[in-house]
């Protein structure tokens, strides 16, 4: 099994989100799994959940603010790339459109970046901001290029 699944299957396993998720990428260099779970978090948990599964899988994470997250998105568009040839280059601030245009629409949104020795990972769950279920779960495991 690649390492990028092992990942994926802790982060989709840890917001009992596996049963029924799907890859939305799959390559040989990037990961891309969209599920949703039943259970539903407290919206000021987000964040912390978020932050434990990224201990748990052994990453550190990455300030939404830094510059390494430019790259980072760099690398994962190239990934991306590889088998999508009408993608078009994703910006640094794309995460941050994402999360204003599902607030827009009533959602809370928390996500997070961290650094693995060969692989970065991006987490995002968002859920309704009246704690209704489902809890949406992505996730991207991309190939570093070192």
Known sequence: MKK??????QVMGFFDAFKGSRPAMDNERILIVRGRSRKILPLDQLD?????IGEIIGGTEIDADSEKITKILEVGNKNIQKS????????SHGFSRM????????????YKVFELPNFDVIIAIWED?????PL?????????DD
């Open 129 to 133: 901001k009246h704690e209704i279920p």
């Open 136 to 144: 949406y779960v992505e996730v991207t495991v991309s190939e570093r």
């Open 84 to 91: 999508e040839n009408t993608t078009e280059n994703i910006d």
């Open 48 to 52: 912390s959940k978020i932050k434990e």
């Open 4 to 9: 990028t699944y092992e990942i994926a299957g």
């Open 99 to 110: 999360k204003e245009e599902l607030e827009s629409m009533g959602l809370v949104v928390a």
